[in-house]
């Protein structure tokens, strides 16, 4: 990862301190780790200092039990016979007296005249059930034993009834010193599989920083993981996505330098016949022919660039939205376009209410409106109708029609029109190729739907596009 990272920085610019995923991923670990010796002392620390009373009284008299033999010993051996008792008793529990001072029980062994014969380490020189000073409360909980045989002695044993959390302090330690090595293991382990885990994502890095510029061939590697798989997929839609793209922009420029290799050789050639031809008839008739050559590229390019937005890829953002008339949107469109119309007697008609709020992308809108109507002109004979119309659906959907009673188009050629470029065969009518191919691509970008519908006087073709609420089309 780090390669990749290092990769990616500018050239010159100073290396960015990344977050590392193999630190956060060990510290997650150790963090775990530390969490379940916490929990494992908490519990160790209350079950020492938590001893109901039942368990202690039990405790105390296993251990009146063990060494009550001890306590029947002759004078002489008594310290000794109770000292090995002790000894063993630790011995056999595992346990040094370091360790178990704080915890095990004290005793005493008193005999009939009130002498002290033996006490533990750990037991105070007067008795263990001495009254407490006036005022305090009981610091031991005792429990008396008698060893038998009639020799008087008494055994007390004791612990107290609130342990210091001192004395749990030498368990604690134990049970570290015993985990600490589980922890070294457990941390070498986690860093060796996180490191070797993590290795496919630095050979997909690498593989990603070999490629040069341009290759948009799917990114292959030796296996998949189910982390990796993602990952790999995603970046080879979007290398499928980008190779489209750059296709779609080779196409177009092809097609744009031969679009434009035709009207551009004419005007050239107008204008050179406009220089050179001395007879004024001539020459006029050159500059018309010019004019019309410079509007015909004119609006060649005005087309291209408006495809060329549309095909962008991008949507409206809903600032650039705004909630417009589209009625009187379109009735000054209409009046703009009834110029073209005019001239060859053809009679356009609009159908709309007089107001008709939407939610529209003004520049879009127009785009689309021009384009469809345009092209119901062009393709209509003189003395021919045209038909708009505009209304509000029932489920608030916006639908705009245009249809004419020109000769139409072949079932078959429908969906060709919208390519671009393309040309009905047989089509006399100067045109573009691009107004369809515009209004389709804005169509299909924002969800809109665009369909045939029959035409005026039982021939011609009509188009309608309803836009979804709230998602206008947009150029």
Known sequence: MSFLAHKMQPEGAAAAPYPSLIQRLIAWQALALVLAWLVLAGMLTWRGVAWGEAEVQTRMQRMATVLAS???????????????????????????????????????????????????????????????????????????????QGMGRVLLIAEPREIAFSAVLPVLWLVLQSQLGV????????????????????????RIAKRRAGDTAPVQVDRLYAETAPVLRELNELLAHEAQRLDKERRFLADAAHELRTPLAAVNAQAHLLLSEEDGQARREAAGALKQGIARVSHLLAQLLTLARAEAGASAQPEQRSELDAADLLRGRVALL????????????????????????????????????DNAIRYTAPGGRVEISLSLLPDQSLEFCVRDNGRGIAPDQRERVFERFYRVPGSSEQGTGLGLAIVRRIADREGAELRFVDGLDQRGLGLCLRLPPGAPATA
């Open 183 to 206: 922890f070294l293991w457990h941390g070498l382990v986690i860093w060796l599989s996180v490191r070797v885990g993590l290795r496919p994502l630095a050979q997909l890095a690498q």
């Open 70 to 148: 001890a306590a029947l010993s002759p004078e002489p051996e008594l310290k000794q016979r109770m000292d090995a008792t002790e000894s063993a008793v630790m011995a056999l529990l595992g346990l040094d007296e370091e360790f178990a001072q704080g915890l095990r029980s004290a005793y005493q062994l008193w005999d009939r005249d009130g002498r002290l014969l033996y006490r533990s380490a750990n037991a105070p020189s007067s008795r263990l059930d001495a009254p407490p000073p006036a005022g305090q409360a009981p610091f031991w909980q005792v429990q008396r034993s008698d060893p038998g």
């Open 338 to 373: 009834a110029g073209l119309a005019r001239p060859r007697g053809i009679e356009l008609s609009l159908t709309a209410p007089e107001q008709l709020p939407f939610r529209l992308e003004r520049e879009g809108f127009c785009s689309i409106v021009d384009n469809l109507i």
